[in-house]
């Protein structure tokens, strides 16, 4: 069983992946979605080492 603290990261994760996609990948609106400064949620992209490519995205150009 995972320990809560695990799982809290995993919600949170599943949360900023959820508004970035709702937000098309604009990390200042999703931010916002989320109540969170921009710096706040670019540190927890690269904490979780979320990708737009690893969601099944592809990239625009």
Known sequence: MNSLKE???EIEKEEIIR?????D???AKA????GITER???YKIKKY???REAEGVR???
Do not use: F, P, S, T
């Open 19 to 23: 508004a970035l996609k709702e937000c």
């Open 59 to 61: 990239g625009k150009g």
């Open 31 to 34: 931010a916002r979605q989320l």
């Open 40 to 42: 706040m949620i670019a």
């Open 7 to 9: 799982q809290i990261r």
């Open 49 to 51: 080492g979320i990708r």
């Open 25 to 27: 990948w604009v990390m």
